[in-house]
Nanobody
Framework: QLQASGGGTVEAGGSLRLSCATS????????MGWVRQPPGKEREFVAG????????NYVDSVKGRFTLSRDNAKNSVYLQMNSLKSEDTAVYYC????????????WGQGTLVTVSS
């Protein structure tokens, strides 16, 4: 499975870097993404990156502030979050979906990001 880390509490305008890695197998040919679930709300897509990393997509609300990248040698993806806002407060989950079989879906345990205003 996936291990997500890097969450925490930060003041508005601050930065955090989330990491997601696997200790089992590798993430070759997996589309990697982050989704988040704000308190009392449904999960929403945040960002995703294709294999091996040419195509990256972001939800409009984080464009220009968040940067998604992957290190294929380390089987890891990173979400650099800058200029954080209170509305970014959520539990962030990383996800890996096989590009050959979309039914193969892996999830991390979630990491809490709290942005104080």
């Amino acid at each position: 499975q996936l291990q997500a880390s890097g969450g925490g509490t930060v003041e508005a305008g601050g930065s955090l870097r989330l990491s997601c890695a696997t200790s089992e197998g590798d993430l070759s040919y997996y589309y990697m993404g982050w989704v988040r679930q704000p308190p009392g709300k449904e999960r929403e897509f945040v960002a995703g990156i294709s294999w091996p990393g040419r195509n990256i997509n972001y939800v409009d609300s984080v464009k220009g502030r968040f940067t998604l990248s992957r290190d294929n040698a380390k089987n890891s993806v990173y979400l650099q979050m800058n200029s954080l806002k209170s509305e970014d407060t959520a539990v962030y989950y990383c996800n890996a979906r096989s590009m050959f079989n979309p039914n193969v879906n892996k999830w991390g345990q979630g990491t809490l990001v709290t942005v104080s205003s």
